[in-house]
């Protein structure tokens, strides 16, 4: 999964932006070369600590870097925002659960993705501190039309 801890206390303003990038690489030999199917699930479980809604985005690259443009990736909803307002070592994250789609515009482009990367846009409404107790916790799973489960962790 996608860890993100803030180790130390620091001061953020009303509409400051953050920009959180991963890259999982290497899916080709492993995963996507090796199956049939125009369209793939990625179900995500994200725990937000911070006191701020995010946007999640996901691009598909093929072996040699390039962006897969005949790939659709369908995100149905915000990242939703932690409750926790206050500096506490109680923070009590919100928990998102999505169900993207990764649809084949183009058949055939599935078999090219090599590299998925992930961004998260974070935007916080007021000014406030962040603090090492808030954290972004994301467990990330592919899923095939005919029910074949991965697990993104263990590759």
Known sequence: GLDYEVRIPFMV??????????????????????????EIFVNAKILNGFPADMSFEVEPYDVEGNKIDGIEIL?????????TV???ENVVPAET???LVIRELV????KKID???????VVFPDKGLISKYQALNM?????????IVLDMDNL
Request: hydrophobic share 40%.
């Open 139 to 147: 467990r990330i799973a592919l899923e095939l039309p005919d029910g």
């Open 86 to 88: 206050v500096l506490t």
């Open 97 to 99: 659960n999505l169900r």
């Open 107 to 110: 058949k055939g482009d599935i």
């Open 75 to 83: 995100i149905p909803e915000e990242i939703k925002a932690s409750e």
């Open 13 to 38: 303003e009303e509409n400051t932006r953050i920009v959180y990038e991963e890259v999982t690489s290497d899916l080709n030999a492993d995963i996507f070369n090796t199956i049939t199917a125009d």
């Open 115 to 121: 590299q998925l990367k992930w961004r998260v846009n």
